[in-house]
Structures are given as structure tokens and as C-alpha cells.
């Protein structure tokens, strides 16, 4: 229950947000400008990552899905950049799973630091298993907190509510763009959620509540929870397919729908469902999480699906690595690292990743001057 | 000795040891470290209460599919109580009579309604997945209750967890329930023709009624247990469990059609399991070809299964 | 060329017995042969070999001089064969015509069921065996008898060369019975191989023409049936003498008090039946398959819903909610259908034999196992089973044996029986352990115990019972005592005119 | 067929449950029976329907394949990757059919030759092909961009009644004639019904079961195919629950569990209750969680409402 207060309380002030207008190229995100070389634990310091035996880290990651996948690919590109070999863990989506193979991996002996994704509930196990070993470790997408709400763990990851704030926030102040200057009374909201992942519901409370500012006083916010909606709807374009499409068919009184999902697969489901409904004109679409979107760019989509949150997986990765590497070579404790993105309470600092709403013009550009900044060189 | 030798439990156990020996070598001896072995006997513990109340209801012709759900609500109950500033044995007393009315609802379904328990069950299962939910609004809730802690988590000379001797201790008491009473004779009886056993002077129903409100609270038991060892509850809690414990139940020989099998092959099958899935994490094979080798290791054991069953027909 | 059907040296062996050791004989088309042998002398497994259920281990099957490989039942069907099993084989939920054309369903030019032509032809057949059923019930609706002809339809409806009966007259009655045999008739005369199997001697000496003698798996003679006679049969059968089974029964003479007493039962199939049944007494109950004499039984024993009357256990009225309190009451129901009601079949011997005594033979809460598989072996022994240890799965047995352990759970000697029920108790068991079962069942007379004897098989129930209620339809139709007891006499008791052609359709 | 006829079928409580959810949710929201969304929920109840057209002929026969759903997945998969390595889509679709088949073939071969449990034996192979899914997608979906392939799965007749719904509809009816009235249906009956009777009767349960887990992987394949078709991508998460949604479904629609019993009919009321009521959900903004309690409690009242119509039903037989 106190993540999300928590988690509000750690999105980053007004200097992240991102580019918000098409024509501006995407600016080099202010989290990294604050960096400087002195910093450990940051990109450009000048350590020797060649004068120590490489690291054995294992990426230990609790779903086994498309997002893990790409991060375990980001860091195995890193990997001969800074030094480190990596394996990966998979929880299966089983608290029991993950704790057990975490401590088997622990009590092997031979893991110089962890990468640790995980959901909220098992926080309390994980902790005190990583604890009792003393095994340094970097938190990748979900922080922890402790009963106060004070982050307790070197964190690197998505200012989850304000990315779901920027996704919609883009909508509404673009819209018009492409509906023209319509009644705003007769648009409403669709969001797609997956509730018991707070992380994923973080970005919905966002989403909402940007929707609420632009157009305040609409109550057409439906709002749909695929956890709820049953075990087929879990991750699959089925999830977001249906509950849109249906949303839009027992609605009629509303003509013009911005959908928003916690998911890209939940979107690229919406996206199907304007196409089949025909309502691409009536439609703007958007989610956290790009890869998808930018596949169907390349392949000429030009639908409802208009914008999409975009993180480079390398934003996320390299930072997650020097931080690690940081941790292992003592240069850091988890309470020094990142002092610049320390909350003043928190024990612990987060990193916030770069991210940017980008659109068909603007992917290409903003994904390129992501990998030149955290990409291997 | 010959007989022994031709049983399925021989052969399972077999397999057992040739899994025990090759990730041993592959692990240079890390998989048979004390540290490790006790790891594997811990993530027994949830699977082997599941597999008991699975297993004896799969024994008396019943299948249940709502243990993982029943489990996960009753957990998240015990937590919600706690957090509420319930003592810790209410909290727990609760649960688990919530446990046993949740296997009371089944059974009721299954013998007043005669509806097929497959289906009935993944009804229940519906309801109380959605149950948990709704207690923690959506979220997970945090035990700091140290007696449930110690339940789930607590090591016995720092070394046995006292979870495992809670499964350990009902295998085995389940074990020799059912080899050794009246009412276990009367659960593989039932299984194998309830009307020859109802005209026999047994009670199918009331035997069926036990089972169904024991399996509840044993997964009740699962839940907190798992609870108390994450310390939290939260709404997945122990459902993914569930299919492991039948599974465990049919390797270890007990049957859908009901009548046959027991808890010795239960474990044995909750062995191999486990066993195999923490080795190819010691040993660091990649979770996508460990999705392919689990399905693979059902397969294999069917083979072993079925060479057995081939030999005892020859002799 | 000649029909004829030949085993040469077949031999079969399951784990722990050797079921059939070098069996060769030859049976001739246009005669009747008839396979006779005590209780898992291994019949049942000839024939399944003969239907390609099952492989023998050794030997070949040569038909009219061709050698035979069966590896299916459809290589059998192929090549003319056609075995009606001990155990009925239908599939309940389809219906009568859909079971008589299993595995060869007419077709249209479509290649889709020719549905009106199959209703034709099965209406035919079933009419040509002059019983009134309807085509399209489910099987499972009819009565135990009605699937018995069901099933020897299925195999008339083939045409085949070769037709084995396993034992087909153990749950049909007079009228049946009467059909089948002139069916038989008719098939002899088209030249046809025929097989039959059964314990009943006046039977085989009645329909059959050769007699080939089983015993352990041997064959051990073989008969032209004009030329032998019953006691030369038992012989060879048993190795022993049998005299007349039921002369020599040592009966009990003197009754006790009233022990049980019904009055006016009414149920669903039973309409206002009043009897009373004395201590040491063996009341006999007569009637046609489908009478209701097995439905009396159950309401008494709490399995049926009873409507209306009363019933007297020693003067105190009772109303057995659930056969567990029968039990306890001291209540003993060995059921009809062994298969459905009786066994559990994948359990021990021992399992079965002590499901009633189960809370007898617990010492705190542990089931005594020395004394289980004590009461099982005596069961074993007093109903000479034929099985290697009591260990063996019920479904192994043969049919007579499995028949025997019912008998054997129902009486042993850690029951406190006060009314033992039989229903139909020999359906299945050879004339040598017929007798043992006679004699037992005066013996637990002479004990005090009151019996009531359900058997279709007339000289059965007049040679055991003191008296004879006879039903007809759900109702008494009259009581007969021993002495004034006669075949004809119950006969025209237990018919009426509707009764033969109605009333297959039962439940 | 007449009334009386009607009110014995097995299937009329089904109906007036599904009817009665039907009329319960236009009450509240009268768009729900829009044509939009008529369509909408013929599409959501497609990629199960079919997969429970292949489950319904196996739980008749006494048999099960939990791995259809993953099944499903990979054809969806393989066809993505055939079309997307410029296969003509007809021929790719061909050939992932082809493909489910294969798998069903091992399905087959494991269970009737070498005779496995087909529970364990189908959930083992579950693992397996969705093992191989994400070995070869990397967990990534793949787009496919082939445009006259998304045909298959967003064309819609008079604007309404989309081809995947059709789809399915055709395989229902088809197979509801080849249960019902070819030797082969019924035979499907006898095995499920009493297997040893069958294989007396001169059938080869074996032969019949194999045919029917290829069929089955074959329309769990097509089922895939069709759904990436109507996604424009085939996703590694597709398809997780498909076995056993597809079995609830059936098993609703008084297909037994245990073989033997079961329509095609019944399936499909089955399927159409399930997604209507979903749907209905989805249209009243039903609160979240209690969604699945709602659901889990429709399957018990429409199984009590079963049972009731059966005590009835037996009673009416009774009374003739
Ligand atoms: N499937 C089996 N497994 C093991 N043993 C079996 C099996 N079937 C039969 N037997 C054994 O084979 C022997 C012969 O049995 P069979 O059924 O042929 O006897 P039968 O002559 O038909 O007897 P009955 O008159 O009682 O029907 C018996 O000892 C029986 O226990
Ligand atoms: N309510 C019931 N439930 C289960 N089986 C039943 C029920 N009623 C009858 N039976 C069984 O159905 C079969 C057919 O019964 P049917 O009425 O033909 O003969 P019956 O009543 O046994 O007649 P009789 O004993 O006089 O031959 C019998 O085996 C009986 O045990
Ligand atoms: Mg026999
Ligand atoms: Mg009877």
C-alpha cells in the first residue's frame, strides 16, 4: 500500500518532462545533464573497467516477458563495455519461484552483484536475502520502500506516474491536430490496466489524472483492469482489443476516444480494434513503451496508435551497470550512489530514466541520440 | 526386493537420483551443498500441502482446481486481519476455517448439485481469486506478525525450516491416514466405485465432504505459509502452485479415474520436480529453454513411467 | 468347403498364473460347442484371444484351414468372428441401434449415418428376436436382461461365421432365454460356428453338441453331449462326485421369531408389498427379470427412496436412511450387478472382502492388517477363488471368482449378520462351488440368521428357500412353500400376458 | 423443432441463462446490443470457439490437450514468420495448419503409442511448444505486415459478422454434422463412452483419438493464424489459458469431462455465455475485482440452472 504514495511522491519534478511538441527535437534529457564526471556511478566518470577481473552479475528478473527480454539483451550489449558477465534468473511470475531461486543463486557463491527486478511482493524476502549476504545489488523498475515510504534501495527506473501523465498529456494538448476543435464533451477516455502490478498502475493513475486536468468536469473515463478481466487478457493484444472495442460499442454518446495503456501489447490491441471498427479518424491511442509502435512505423502504420513513451532499453541498462560496478568496486554504498537523485528523506537515490514521448517523426531521432548517449560504444 | 523393484515408485525414484547425480557433476557439487539442498527441501513445502489436497481428492475420483485460489484469498485474509490488529492465532484460526468453508462450498457443489468437479472447482477458484483482490484493494498487504513469520520463514537449528516440517509432518501423516484407517480405505474405495462402497456401508458423501474441507484448509495452510515466509500476501499468492501440485500428485501415481496411488509417490514426484527445477537454476540454464526442459522432464518421466510399467508386464 | 474353427496349442499366461496351457480342439460348423469348466478355468480368456482382445502368447487360430493373426478386435470382426462377453460391453448413453450397428453404422450415398435405414434394420432385428423395444432408447435405460440381448443382437447383427457366447443366460430370464435358444437353433442350422459357455447343465444339455472340458487351464476332455451325462461332466470338471445338489442340503427345520416384517412398501418401482421373514428362515424370491425383486431389497436396505409402509426389524419399525445404517443394523445386501454395484474393481482382493467390517477390523485407528488379510483368505478359501494371493486386483479374476468375492465380503465371519439378502448370488459360479454356497447359506439358517434368496434361476430357488414369494410387475403375486413348490406354479405366478413382451424398459 | 422438443434439449437452461445475462445487460445499457457491439463480442468469442471446436471433439472421446492454447500461439507464430519471409499467406496458412497438425501428431504418438497419461503428457508438451515460442520470438512479437493476410481476420460480412466469427461458426456446424451424423462422430461417442465396448466393437479407439488431437493441433494453429491475422503480429503471450478456457467453455455447455456426453451446440452457448457476459461487464464498468467473482459465481448459477433443467428434464421422461 505504500508504493504508490511513495512512488508519486518520487516522480521527478517539471525538468524531466519531455519534448512535448513535434517539431522540437528531443533536448538530452535533464537527469543526465545534472550528471557530472565526479559522480560515481554515472557514464562519463573514468574508471578502468579493464583493470579488474570482470564481474559476474546476474540479471534476476521475476516475469519472463518481452521487457526483460530486451533488457537482458541491452546489458549483454554493454556487457564487453564495461566488463561484466551476466546471466539471467527468471521468478516465472512466482513469488515462491523467485525468492527460492535468489537465495539458490546466493548460497552458490560466485555472483559479484545482482540485478534485481521484481514486483512489490516480495520486497520483504528479497531484501532480507540480499541483506544476510551482503551481495551488492541495483533495483531495476521497482524501488522499495520501507514502512515510512523512504526508498531503501539504489534504484534505476521510470518515473512511472509522470510517464503515463506525459503519454495522455500529449493527446490532449495535441489533438486537435487531428479531430479538429470538437466538443470535448463528447471525448472520452479508455485506459487499460493491469492493477495488481503497482508499477503498471502508477502510469494509469497518471494517465487519468491528466485527462481530468485537460478536460475537467468529463466523466467519460472508462477505466478497465485486464488482471480483472481474466488470464487471456494478461499481456496479450486480446487484453487491449477487447475492453476498447467494447468500451467504444456500449458508448455511442461518446464520438471521440483517446486510449491509454499501461502495456504497449494492450495498445497495439486498441489499435487493431480502430482499425476493425473503423474508427482510426475518431481514435488517438498511446502507451508507455515504444518497441511495438516502432516496428509498425517502420512498416508504414499510419493509425490511431499516434504517440507512444519511449525509453531507450540502454537508459535504462547502462546506468543500472555503472551503478552496479560502483556498488562491487566499494567506490559507492547504496546510500552514496546517485546522491543527485536522492530524495531528501530517502535512504536510497533512483534514477530516473530518459524518456520522451516521441511520434513517427520524432522516433528515429530521439532512439538515435539515445543509443549515442547510453548505448556501447 | 524383486517385487520393490518393479513398482512405479522404483522407477521414479530412479529418475530421482539420476537427476540428483547429473546436476551434481554439472554443478561441481554446488547442487548438493547443505545450503542448497535445504533451499530445494524449503520449495517443497507450499507444493507438498497442495499435492496432499489434491492428491487425496484426486484419489477419491474428484479433481480441484480452486486450491490455488482458496489459498491466495486466505492468506491475504489472515494478512488483512493482522493488519487490522487481529491477534495472530485469530488470524490464523480464521483463515483456515475460511479455508475449510471455501473446500465445504465445493463439495457441496460437487455432491448436492452432482456437478462435475472440474468445472465447480474452477468456479470456486474464480470467486476467491477475485476475493483476494478485493480485501487488499488490488494491492499486496505486509505481515510483520513474527509468529507468522517464524511459521513461514523460521529455521529449526537455523538449518530445517519449520515449514518443511509442517508438509513433512502431513505427508506423512496423510500418508499413513490413507494406507492405514478406515477412512482412507474408504477414500480409495470411493474413488474406485462409490456405489459398491456406499452399499458397502460407507458414507461416499461424508468421506467426500472431508476431503474437499481438507483440502481447503491445507491450502489455507500453504497460503500462509508462503505468506508468512514473503512476508506479505498478495493477490497471486500461491495460484501458480496449484497445477505443480497436481502434477506432482499424477507423477507420483495417483490417477484422474480415482482409486490408485498414494503419498509416498506423491513426494517422490514433488522431489523430482523441485529438484529439477532448482538445478538448472544452479547450473544457469536460460529461462526459455527451462520452460522447454520442465515440459520435456513430464515427458521423461511418463518414459520411465511407461519402461516400468512395460517390464512388469513381461516378467 | 467346410466351416470349421481350430485352436492350435494356445497358450496364455498373466503375471502369477498360467491361464491356458496348450489348448487345442476343433469345433465343426452347424454345431453347437459347448466350453465348460470351473471358475477361472480360463473360457473367458479363450475367447478373448478368439476375439482378438487379446494376443496369446503361443498357438494359432485357424478358421475353416486359413491361419489367423488377430492383433484387434477388428481383425476378428473381419474375418467372421463375433464374441458376446461375460461382461456386458455396451456403451450406456447410445442408443439401442447405435449399440446393435457399433463399429459399422449404415451409410448414405453421402457418407453420412443413413438414419431412417438404421432405425429400420435395427427394428427389424429386434423384432426378429421378438422383444418390444424401442430403437432409439439409451441402453443404459433398459434392464440388465434387455442389454444382455442387446448385446447378443450386436453380434447376430454381424453375420458372422463364428458366434462365442460367454456365459449369455446368467440375467435373463424364461422368456429370454427361450428366444436366444431358438436363435441358436437357427444359426446352427446356417451352418455356423458356435461357441457357448455356462455353468448351467441342463442348458448345454438342452442347445449344445460337443463339449470340450477346461480345468486349470487345461483342456481335459472333450465330449459329444448325445453320449455323456451331468455327473460324467462334473467330473471331469471338478474331479469330484456331486450328488444331487439340493437333496443333500442339511436344512434347518426350526423357525424362530418374526425378524423382520414389511408392510405395504411402496417405491417408485414397488407397489405395496407385504411379506414377513422368519429367524432361520430362507425365503426365496421368484419372478422374471424386471419383477422388482431387487428393488424391494434396496429400499429395505436404505439404497431407494421408499414411499410409503412400514418395516419391522424385531417388532421396531425402521427406515434405513443410508445402507451404512443397514449395516450397522445388522443387514447384509450382496448386490445383483457386481460390476456396477458390487466391486471395486481395481482394488485388492482384500480391499473388497472387507469394506463392511472395515471399522471391525481396526485396532485404535489402524486397520489391522493381519487380520484383513486374514478374513481374506478365508473368503479365498471357503469359496475356492481362484487366485495366486489376495493381493490380486478384483479386475484380474474371472467373472465366477469376482462373483465370489462379493459372496465372500457378505459373509465373513466378522459380520454380524442378522438378515443376509442375496441377490442373484451364482450368477456366474460353477455347479462344484454352487453347492458349497447352497449348503452355506442353510448353515447360516441353522445359525438363526434370516435369508432372503433372489435367483431367476427356478430349481434354484425352490431347491434352497423354505418359502417362495413369487412378484410380478413390482407386486407379490403369491407365496409358495417348499413343498407345494413347483416350476409350473411360480412360472404362472410370475407371468402374466403383458409381462413378456413389456417391461424392458426399466428405471 | 417443437417446444417440447426445445424444453427437454440439454441445452435450453444454458440458453435462458445466456438470454436472461443478455436482456440483463441491455437493461442497463441499451448500446450493448449495438451492431458494433454484437460485432464486437462475435470477435472476442472467435479465437476460443474454434479452439474449443478441437477440445469438444476430444473431451467426447475421453481425451484432453492442455497444450493447445500453446499450440495456438506458435501457429500464430509460424505463420508470422513464413509471411514474413515472403510465403504467399495462403500457402503459409497451409502450412501452419500443416504445422498444428505435426503437433498434434506428437500429442498423439505419446499418448496412443506409447501410452502416456494425456494429461501430464499435454501439459508436459504445453511447456514444451511454448518453450520453443519464446526460444525463436525472443519473447518479441512480430509484426507481420503483409496486408492482404490481416484480410483473414478483419473482414466482416454486411458489415457486421466478422470472418474469424464465421470462421469458427462454419467449424461448428461442421463438426456438429460430422458428431452427429457420420460413423466417425459417433464413434467418438462409443470411445468416450465406454473405450473397451468401442474396440469390441470393431473401432480403433487409438486411431480415433490420434485423429483427433491432429485435428486438434490443426485448429489450434488455424486459431493462431487467425488471430495474428486480425493483431497484425503473433505474440509469445498468446494463448496461455486458451486449453483451458476452451475447456470451461465446453464443459459449461454440458460437454463431460469424462467423456462420452456433449454438443457441439452446447459448446457454443457455452462460448457465447462466457464472452457475452464479459462483454456485458465491460459495457455496465463493472468494479474490477468483483469482474471475476462475478464471473466464477455465473458459472455456478448457470450450473445449478443446469442441474435444475436436468432434475426436470429426467423428471418429464419419468412421467411418459
Ligand atoms: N487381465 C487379467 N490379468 C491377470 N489375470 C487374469 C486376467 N484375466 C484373467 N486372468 C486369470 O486367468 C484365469 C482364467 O480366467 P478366465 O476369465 O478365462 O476364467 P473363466 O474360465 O472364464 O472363469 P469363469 O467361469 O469364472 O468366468 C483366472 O485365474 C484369472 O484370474
Ligand atoms: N435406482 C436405481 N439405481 C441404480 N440401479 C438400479 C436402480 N433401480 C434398479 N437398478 C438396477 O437396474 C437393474 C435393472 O433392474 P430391473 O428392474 O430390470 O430388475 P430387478 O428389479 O432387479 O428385477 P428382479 O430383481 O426381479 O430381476 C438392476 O440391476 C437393478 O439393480
Ligand atoms: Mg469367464
Ligand atoms: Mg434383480
Redesign the interface.
Known amino acids: 500500500a505504500k508504493g504508490s504514495e511513495g512512488k508519486k511522491a518520487s516522480a521527478p519534478p517539471d525538468e524531466t518532462a519531455p519534448s512535448q511538441t513535434e517539431e522540437e527535437t528531443p533536448p538530452p534529457a535533464a537527469t543526465a545533464e545534472a550528471v557530472v564526471s565526479e559522480i560515481v556511478g554515472t557514464i562519463d566518470e573514468d574508471v578502468d573497467h579493464f583493470a579488474r577481473p570482470a564481474y559476474k552479475f546476474v540479471y534476476a528478473h521475476y516475469d519472463n516477458n518481452l521487457l526483460e527480454q530486451q533488457m537482458y539483451d541491452a546489458f549483454v550489449d554493454i556487457a564487453p563495455v564495461y566488463n561484466f558477465e551476466l546471466t539471467r534468473m527468471s521468478g516465472d511470475t512466482d513469488d515462491e519461484t523467485y525468492v527460492t531461486n535468489l537465495q539458490t543463486l546466493i548460497d552458490r557463491g560466485d555472483v559479484d552483484g545482482f540485478i534485481i527486478e521484481t514486483t512489490n511482493s516480495v520486497q520483504n524476502a528479497v531484501l532480507s536475502l540480499l541483506e544476510e549476504s551482503g551481495i551488492p545489488y541495483i533495483n531495476l523498475f521497482t524501488e522499495y520502500y520501507d514502512a515510512e515510504g523512504r526508498v531503501i534501495t539504489p534504484t534505476v527506473g521510470l518515473p512511472q506516474y509522470q510517464s503515463g501523465y506525459d503519454s495522455l498529456k500529449y493527446l490532449t494538448d495535441n489533438y486537435k491536430e487531428y479531430w479538429g476543435d470538437v466538443d470535448t464533451n463528447e471525448i472520452g477516455l479508455i485506459t487499460i490496466d493491469f492493477s495488481v502490478s503497482p508499477a503498471l498502475n502508477e502510469r494509469i493513475i497518471g494517465i487519468e489524472d491528466a485527462f481530468k486536468e485537460a478536460f475537467p468536469g468529463n466523466e467519460n473515463i472508462f477505466y478497465n483492469d485486464s488482471f480483472a478481466a481474466g488470464q487471456s487478457a494478461w499481456f496479450t493484444l486480446e487484453g487491449g482489443y477487447d475492453p476498447t472495442a467494447q468500451t467504444i460499442g456500449s458508448h455511442p454518446e461518446v464520438k471521440y476516444w483517446m486510449v491509454a495503456s499501461c502495456l504497449e501489447n494492450y495498445s497495439q490491441g486498441a489499435a487493431r480494434a480502430a482499425d476493425d471498427l473503423g474508427r482510426n479518424d475518431t481514435m488517438l491511442i498511446t502507451t508507455v513503451g515504444h518497441p511495438m509502435l516502432e516496428q509498425e512505423w517502420d512498416n508504414g502504420y499510419d493509425g490511431a496508435w499516434k504517440c507512444a513513451i519511449a525509453i531507450s532499453n540502454y537508459a535504462y541498462a547502462t546506468p543500472t551497470v555503472l551503478g552496479l560496478i560502483a556498488l562491487c568496486d566499494g567506490r559507492a554504498t547504496a546510500e552514496t550512489l546517485w546522491p543527485q537523485f536522492k530524495g531528501e528523506s530517502d535512504e536510497c537515490a533512483i534514477w530516473l530514466a530518459d524518456y520522451a514521448v516521441v511520434t513517427k517523426d520524432t522516433y528515429r531521432d530521439y532512439l538515435n541520440s539515445m543509443d549515442e548517449k547510453y548505448g556501447p560504444k | 526386493m524383486r517385487k520393490i523393484i518393479r513398482t512405479k515408485m522404483f522407477a521414479l525414484f530412479l529418475l530421482l537420483a539420476a537427476i540428483v547425480i547429473i546436476y551434481t557433476v554439472l554443478s561441481d557439487g554446488a547442487f548438493v551443498s547443505p545450503k542448497n539442498i535445504r533451499n530445494i527441501l524449503q520449495s517443497t513445502t507450499v507444493v507438498s500441502l497442495l499435492t496432499i489436497g489434491a492428491g487425496t481428492l484426486m484419489i477419491a475420483g474428484h479433481i480441484d482446481l480452486s486450491l490455488g485460489g482458496i489459498g491466495t484469498m486466505c492468506a491475504m485474509l489472515a494478512a488483512y486481519l493482522l493488519r487490522v490488529g487481529v491477534p495472530w492465532y485469530i488470524a490464523l484460526i480464521a483463515a483456515l476455517a475460511m479455508g475449510g468453508i471455501c473446500g465445504a462450498f465445493n463439495a457441496i457443489l460437487v455432491n448436492e448439485l452432482r456437478l462435475q468437479s472440474f468445472i465447480a472447482t474452477l468456479a470456486t477458484a474464480a470467486i476467491t481469486q477475485g476475493f483476494a483482490p478485493i480485501i487488499s484493494q488490488g494491492k499486496q498487504i505486509d505481515i510483520y506478525d513474527p509468529v507468522f513469520k517464524f511459521l513461514g520463514g523460521g529455521r529449526f537449528l537455523n538449518y530445517v525450516p519449520y515449514s518443511l516440517i509442517i508438509s513433512l509432518l502431513a505427508l506423512l501423516v496423510y500418508g499413513i491416514v490413507l494406507k492405514n484407517t478406515k477412512f482412507g480405505r474408504g477414500v480409495y474405495l470411493i474413488g474406485g466405485n462409490p456405489d459398491a462402497a456406499r452399499l458397502g456401508g460407507l458414507r461416499p458423501k461424508r468421506i467426500s465432504y472431508a476431503l474437499f474441507i481438507n483440502a481447503g484448509c491445507l491450502s489455507a495452510l500453504a497460503g500462509i505459509l508462503l505468506a508468512g515466509r514473503l512476508q506479505t500476501a498478495n493477490t497471486v499468492g500461491i495460484t501458480n502452485s496449484q497445477f505443480a501440485g497436481i502434477t506432482a500428485a499424477i507423477l507420483g501415481g495417483i490417477s484422474f479415474g480415482g482409486g490408485t496411488g498414494g503419498m509416498g509417490g506423491a513426494l517422490i514426484g514433488i522431489l523430482i520436480l523441485n529438484c529439477f527445477n532448482n538445478g538448472m537454476t544452479v547450473i544457469n540454464v536460460s529461462p526459455y529453454w527451462q520452460t522447454i526442459a520442465s515440459g520435456a522432464l513430464l515427458l521423461i518421466a511418463l518414459t520411465v513411467d511407461f519402461l516400468s510399467a512395460r517390464r512388469r508386464l513381461k516378467t | 468347403m467346410e466351416r470349421y474353427l481350430e485352436f492350435k496349442g494356445i497358450k496364455k499366461a498373466f503375471?502369477g498364473v498360467q491361464a491356458l496351457k496348450e489348448i487345442s480342439f476343433r469345433a465343426e460348423g452347424g454345431r453347437v460347442l459347448a466350453l465348460l469348466g470351473e471358475n477361472g478355468a480360463g473360457k473367458s480368456t479363450l475367447l478373448k484371444i478368439l476375439?482378438g482382445?487379446l494376443s496369446a502368447d503361443e498357438g494359432d487360430i485357424i478358421i475353416s484351414g486359413k491361419k489367423q493373426n488377430f492383433t484387434?478386435?477388428?481383425d476378428a470382426?473381419?474375418a467372421g468372428v463375433s464374441?458376446i462377453?461375460q461382461e456386458r460391453?455396451?456403451?450406456?448413453?447410445?442408443s439401442v441401434m447405435?449399440n446393435i450397428f457399433?463399429?459399422?453404422?449404415p451409410?448414405n450415398k453421402f457418407?453420412?449415418?443413413d438414419?431412417p435405414r438404421l432405425k429400420r434394420e435395427a427394428q427389424e432385428i429386434i423384432s426378429k428376436f421378438g422383444l418390444s423395444i424401442d430403437p432409439t432408447t439409451p441402453v443404459g435405460r433398459l434392464s440388465v436382461a434387455y442389454q444382455q440381448m442387446v448385446e447378443i443382437m450386436?453380434a447376430y447383427r454381424r453375420g458372422s461365421d463364428i458366434i462365442a457366447f460367454d456365459e449369455p443366460t446368467a440375467s435373463l430370464a424364461e422368456a429370454e432365454i427361450s428366444i436366444l435358444f431358438k436363435i441358436i437353433d437357427e444359426l446352427k442350422r446356417e451352418g455356423k460356428i458356435i461357441i457357448y459357455v455356462s455353468h448351467r447343465m441342463a442348458e448345454i444339455f438342452q442347445i449344445t453338441d460337443d463339449i470340450v472340458v477346461f480345468k486349470d487351464g487345461a483342456l481335459v476332455k472333450t465330449f459329444v453331449t448325445a453320449q455323456t451325462n451331468e455327473q460324467e461332466l462334473i467330473r471331469a470338471m471338478v474331479g469330484r462326485e456331486i450328488g444331487d445338489t439340493y437333496a443333500n442340503l442339511s436344512r434347518n427345520t426350526v423357525y424362530g421369531d418374526t425378524l423382520l416384517e414389511v408392510k405395504n412398501l411402496v417405491t417408485k418401482k414397488v407397489k405395496d408389498v407385504s411379506f414377513t421373514l422368519r429367524k432361520g428362515e430362507i425365503l426365496g424370491f421368484a419372478g422374471l427379470v424386471g419383477a422388482g425383486r431387487t428393488e424391494v431389497v434396496r429400499a429395505l436396505?436404505g439404497?431407494d427412496k421408499i414411499i410409503s409402509g412400514e418395516i419391522f426389524l424385531e417388532g421396531k419399525p425402521i427406515a434405513f436412511k443410508?445402507?451404512?445404517e443397514?449395516?450397522?443394523a445388522g443387514l447384509a445386501?450382496c448386490?445383483e450387478d457386481r460390476k456396477?454395484?458390487?466391486?471395486?474393481?481395481?482394488?485388492s482382493i482384500r480391499?473388497n472382502v472387507?469394506?463392511?467390517v472395515?471399522?471391525k477390523i481396526?485396532r485404535f485407528?489402524?486397520?489391522d492388517r493381519r487380520a484383513e488379510a486374514e478374513l481374506a483368505d478365508n473368503a479365498v478359501e471357503k469359496y475356492s477363488i481362484k487366485t495366486p494371493d489376495t493381493d490380486k486386483i478384483v479386475a484380474e479374476l474371472s467373472g465366477g471368482n469376482q462373483q465370489k468375492v462379493i459372496l465372500g465380503?457378505w459373509t465373513s465371519e466378522k459380520m454380524t449378520t442378522r438378515i443376509l439378502i442375496l441377490d442373484e448370488p451364482t450368477k456366474g459360479i460353477d455347479v462344484g462351488t454352487k453347492a458349497e454356497i447352497y449348503q452355506r447359506v442353510c448353515d447360516f439358517a441353522k445359525q438363526g440368521i434370516g435369508v432372503i434368496f433372489i435367483s431367476s434361476e427356478l430349481p434354484e430357488v425352490i431347491g434352497v428357500s423354505d418359502r417362495i414369494y413369487v412378484m410380478r410387475e413390482g407386486r407379490i403375486t403369491g407365496c409358495v412353500d417348499r413343498a407345494d413348490a413347483t416350476e409350473e406354479k411360480i412360472l404362472s405366478l410370475a407371468m402374466s400376458d403383458t409381462a413378456v413382451t413389456d417391461g424392458g424398459e426399466a428405471k | 423443432m417443437s417446444f417440447k422438443k426445445l424444453l427437454r434439449s440439454s441445452n435450453t437452461a444454458l440458453l435462458i441463462i445466456t438470454v436472461a445475462v443478455i436482456l440483463l445487460f441491455y437493461s442497463f445499457n441499451q448500446s450493448f446490443l449495438s451492431l458494433e457491439n454484437i460485432r464486437n463480442i462475435m470477435n472476442s468469442m472467435s479465437f476460443v470457439g474454434v479452439l474449443a471446436v478441437g477440445m469438444t471433439m476430444l473431451l467426447i472421446c475421453g481425451e484432453v490437450d492442455l497444450s493447445s492454447g500453446a499450440i495456438a500461439c506458435f501457429g500464430g507464430v509460424v505463420v508470422a514468420l513464413l509471411i514474413n519471409a515472403g510465403i504467399p499467406w495462403v500457402i503459409a496458412l497451409i502450412l501452419t495448419i500443416l504445422f498444428g497438425a505435426a503437433c498434434g501428431l506428437i500429442n498423439a504418438l505419446l499418448i496412443n503409442k506409447l501410452g502416456f497419461m494425456n494429461f501430464i503428457a499435454t501439459l508436459g508438451l504445453m511447456s514444451v511448444f511454448q518453450g520453443f515460442v519464446t526460444v525463436i520470438t525472443q519473447n518479441k512479437n512480430i509484426q507481420i505486415p503483409t496486408q492482404s493476410f490481416w484480410v483473414l481476420g478483419s473482414t466482416t460480412l454486411f458489415n457486421v459478422i466478422p470472418l474469424p466469427f464465421i470462421i469458427m461458426l462454419v467449424l461448428m456446424i461442421a463438426y456438429s454434422i460430422i458428431l452427429s451424423n457420420t460413423g466417425f462422430g459417433r464413434s467418438v461417442y462409443m470411445c468416450g463412452g465406454n473405450r473397451r465396448a468401442a474396440r469390441l466393437s470393431g473401432i480403433n479407439p487409438k486411431r480415433v483419438s490420434s485423429i483427433l488431437y491432429i485435428n486438434n493441433g490443426a485448429l489450434a494453429a488455424l486459431a493462431g493464424a487467425v488471430l495474428a491475422a486480425r493483431m497484425h503480429t503473433a505474440s509469445p503471450m498468446t494463448g496461455g489459458s486458451g486449453a483451458l478456457d476452451a475447456i470451461t467453455a465446453a464443459v459449461l455447455g454440458g460437454v463431460s469431462f469424462l467423456g462420452g456426453a456433449g454438443k457441439m451446440s452446447g459448446c457454443f452457448i457455452g462460448i457465447l455465455l462466457l464472452n457475452v457476459f464479459n462483454a456485458g461487464l465491460t459495457a455496465v464498468g463493472f468494479p474490477p475485482y468483483w469482474q471475476i467473482v462475478a464471473r466464477g459465481s455465473l458459472l455456478v448459477l448457470a450450473l445449478c440452472f443446469d442441474f435444475v433443467g436436468t432434475l426436470a428434464r429426467r423428471r418429464a421422461l419419468e412421467r411418459e
Open positions: 503375471p476375439a482382445d484387434s478386435p477388428f470382426i473381419k464374441v462377453y460391453q455396451m456403451i450406456p448413453a447410445m447405435e457399433a463399429g459399422a453404422l451409410k457418407g453420412f449415418i438414419k450386436k436396505f439404497v443410508s445402507p451404512t443397514a449395516v450397522a445386501l448386490p456396477e454395484q458390487g466391486l471395486v474393481l481395481y482394488r480391499d472387507s469394506i463392511p472395515l471399522s481396526c485407528f489402524f486397520l465380503r
